[in-house]
C-alpha cells in the first residue's frame, strides 16, 4: 500500500480523520508508524497529501491530514476488455488502473465463457475492491468506472460508435498486418480480446465502428501481460 486511501466516512472534521480495519492493520504491521510519524495519503477522487499519526490503538488510528497535490494525469484511454476469467480479472482490473485508465467496458465475446459473467467478483463491490487496490499502488485517487456489456453485438452496433466518436481506435489481433504503433498520443480507444483474440466476425463488427486491427507480433500473450504491454505505449 504506497498511498492510504481516505473515504468521506473516514473525516471528523476538514483535517481529522479515524481508520480501522484492513488500513489500521497495514499501517501497525507494515509501515510500523507511531504517533508523530508521517504517512502518505489521498481523498478518494479528490487531493493527495500526507498525514500525522496523532493517536494509534490496537482498534483506531487517528491522523491530522493537509491534502494539497491533484492526482496523477489518468491516460487518456477508453479500455474494451473481453471478460477475463475472474481469477485473471482481479490482477488485469488493479494492473490498469495503476497504469491510469478510467474508463473500463467489460465486454462480451465468443471465447468467453458465460460462467464468467456470473462471477461474484463482477459485483460493485467486489469490483470497487480490486479498483482500490490499483489506486493504493500507484498513489492515485481517481477511481476508474467499470461498466459490464454482456451483449456484444448490440453494445458494438448500438453504443460503441458514439463512446469512441473522435478517438483513436485501436483493436489488438494477433493476425493483424499492421504493428501496434510504439507510441500513442491523444484520445484512443483500446480494445483487447479473451485468450485467442476476437473471432473474425467480432473484428469485422468492430472495424465497422472504427478500429483498425494492429498487432504485436508473432508471439502471443495472455490477457494479463498483455494489456500493460499496450497501455505503456500510452505513457
Not at 1 to 6: D, Q, V
Not at 57 to 62: A, D, N, S, T
Not at 74 to 92: F, I
Request: proline share 8%; with cysteine.
Amino acid at each position: 500500500m504506497n498511498l492510504i486511501l481516505l473515504f468521506e466516512t473516514d473525516f471528523l472534521s476538514a483535517e481529522r480523520v479515524v481508520l480501522t480495519g484492513r488500513r489500521l492493520q497495514h499501517v501497525r504491521q507494515v509501515h510500523r508508524a507511531a504517533v508523530g510519524d508521517r504517512l502518505r495519503v489521498g481523498r478518494l477522487d479528490g487531493l493527495l497529501g500526507d498525514a500525522l499519526v496523532i493517536g494509534l490503538g490496537e482498534e483506531r488510528l487517528e491522523l491530522e491530514v493537509q491534502l494539497w497535490q491533484p492526482p496523477p494525469t489518468p491516460l487518456d484511454c477508453l479500455l474494451l476488455l473481453a471478460l477475463p476469467r475472474p481469477k485473471m480479472l482481479k490482477r488485469v482490473l488493479q494492473s490498469v488502473t495503476s497504469l491510469g485508465v478510467k474508463r473500463i467496458y467489460l465486454i462480451n465475446s465468443y471465447r468467453v465463457e458465460k460462467s464468467f459473467w456470473g462471477s461474484p467478483l463482477l459485483q460493485p463491490e467486489k469490483l470497487r475492491e480490486q479498483l482500490l487496490l490499483g489506486l493504493e499502488q500507484a498513489r492515485d485517487t481517481t477511481l476508474p468506472e467499470v461498466h459490464l456489456r454482456p451483449r456484444f453485438k448490440p453494445f458494438v452496433e448500438d453504443e460503441l460508435p458514439e463512446l469512441v466518436a473522435g478517438r483513436r481506435a485501436l483493436v489488438a489481433h494477433p493476425v493483424a498486418a499492421a504493428p501496434f504503433p510504439v507510441r500513442l498520443n491523444g484520445l484512443t480507444s483500446l480494445a483487447i480480446g479473451p485468450e485467442g483474440g476476437f473471432i473474425p466476425y467480432e473484428i469485422e463488427k468492430l472495424q465497422e465502428s472504427g478500429f483498425a486491427p494492429v498487432s504485436l507480433g508473432k508471439r502471443i500473450l495472455r490477457v494479463e501481460t498483455a494489456v500493460p504491454v499496450l497501455l505503456s505505449r500510452l505513457l
